[in-house]
């Protein structure tokens, strides 16, 4: 049977009892779910979601992390830290990332290969602005934030990695690339992957879409030969939505 991986990014919302509480209701709500699963909160509750995924089908991921492993960097959180808490997961490159905090491919990759290196596996994201792909360069953005994103990964490192392919348009603003569109995104994704790695790593990599993923568009795009998996943000806050998202398949 294929396998999906469904991944909720709470962003900078709930506080540590909201988040419990939101944790809690998910693992009741998925714990028979077929997928794998990961759930991202912030930093600040993610030893008290820690406990509360514990022995259960969630995996704990975080939504960034330092590109050191430690020292004077103030403000910033460590692989060493986000192990320590029982975090197996991290999400990298995010377009808020990219575009907000002006985080660039060659920092990216830096925190790809020290996730990697500490045991953490890491969700890659990559993806064009409206203006990008009005202007045709879709191919030319997302090949090579791949390229970058994944330089120096071996081949043995790669099964390790998510991508997460996810329009910066798309992205909190209701609009779903169609799932055609997105599933000829992955395509090509894949094709970049073909000239890195060969036909079979290309083939085998876990590639989530992400945009304004809901209950109600997630079976079509799961079903894009392409797709596999989603990265979801504003659904991912309430277990009316995430629990569907996941469930996708009961
Ligand atoms: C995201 O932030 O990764 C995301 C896909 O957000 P949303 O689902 O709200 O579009």
Known sequence: MRSYYIAGNWKMHKTTGEAVALAQ?????????????????????????????????LRL?????GSELQGAHTGEVSA????????????????????????DDALINRKVLLALE??????????????????????????????????????AQLPAITIAYEPVWAIGTGKTATPLDADAVHAYIRVVLESLYGAEAARSMCIQYGGSVK?????????QPNIDGALVGGAALKVESFGPIANFRA
Request: net charge negative; charged share 20%; glycine share 8%.
């Open 80 to 103: 060493l830290m986000l192990r320590d808490l029982g975090v197996s997961a991290v999400i990298l490159g995010h377009s808020e990332r990219r575009h907000s905090y002006h985080e």
């Open 61 to 65: 991921g975080a939504q960034n992390m």
């Open 25 to 57: 209701a998910l693992v009741t709500e998925l714990a028979s779910c077929k997928e794998r699963v990961m759930i991202a909160p912030p930093f600040t509750a993610l030893a008290a979601v820690a406990e509360v995924v514990k022995g259960t089908n």
């Open 215 to 223: 209950p109600d568009n997630v079976a079509e795009l799961m079903a």
């Open 118 to 155: 500490q045991g953490l596996e890491p969700i890659l994201c990559v993806g064009e602005t409206l203006e990008e792909r009005e202007a045709g360069s879709l191919e030319s953005v997302v090949g090579t934030q791949v390229r970058e994103g994944l330089k120096n990964v071996s081949a």
